[in-house]
């Protein structure tokens, strides 16, 4: 029951961040569960991921290298 409880929880927060972003969202259960959840938790992981990323080559655990093109990839500093 509590884990029902902390999932009910966690999807209301993910569902009230999307429609923060994008306040003119509107949608059926399953497109929410398709578009919206999927979207907003991809969007958590990547702003996520970009902070360890930060935090990893401040510590010199991790080497950024920007391309001609703009784009950052990241390797290990340890090679």
Do not use: F, K
Request: proline fraction near 1%.
């Amino acid at each position: 029951m509590r884990t029902d409880s902390l999932l009910t929880h966690d999807v209301a927060d993910t569902i009230l961040r999307y429609v923060t972003a994008h306040p003119d969202a509107c949608d059926s259960i399953e497109g929410i569960c398709d578009w919206w959840l999927a979207r907003q938790r991809r969007d958590d992981t990547r702003n996520a991921v970009a902070a360890a990323l930060r935090s990893l080559v401040a510590a010199g655990r991790m080497e950024a290298s920007t391309g001609a093109d703009g784009l950052t990839v990241y390797r290990s500093a340890q090679r």
